[in-house]
Nanobody, 119 residues
Framework: VQLQASGGGLVQTGGSLGLSCSASGNIFTIYDMGWYRQPPGKRRELIATITVRGEATYMDSAKDRFTISRDNAKNTVYLQMTSLKPEDTAVYYC??????????????WGQGTLVTVSS
């Protein structure tokens, strides 16, 4: 199973950016998917998760500015970010709980995509 994230880049304060992450490989079904981020010099932190039914949960600082969504047919999770701040600068990682065709469940990470918000 591979998770490929894309969409990172440089954006100005107050701008918007959308990330996507597609899963491929030995997939029977995907349960929860999520986005995490790791700011420079800090620990990785959870941003948001979404269930297969589309139920989303967010960390407090993301609730009003970030939106997580998914397309189950495409095995893809999205993160739409608005009103970006310099403190949102981080490497953003996608994550997924995957059941393989052999009915083995495991947790997978994407490679990370850098988001830089300039002041």
């Amino acid at each position: 199973v591979q998770l490929q994230a894309s969409g990172g880049g440089l954006v100005q304060t107050g701008g918007s950016l959308g990330l996507s992450c597609s899963a491929s490989g030995n997939i029977f079904t995907i349960y929860d998917m999520g986005w995490y981020r790791q700011p420079p010099g800090k620990r990785r932190e959870l941003i948001a998760t979404i269930t297969v039914r589309g139920e989303a949960t967010y960390m407090d600082s993301a609730k009003d500015r970030f939106t997580i969504s998914r397309d189950n047919a495409k095995n893809t999770v999205y993160l739409q970010m608005t009103s970006l701040k310099p403190e949102d600068t981080a490497v953003y990682y996608c994550n997924a709980d995957v059941m393989t065709r052999q009915l083995l469940q495991d947790n997978y990470w994407g490679q990370g995509t850098l988001v830089t918000v300039s002041s």
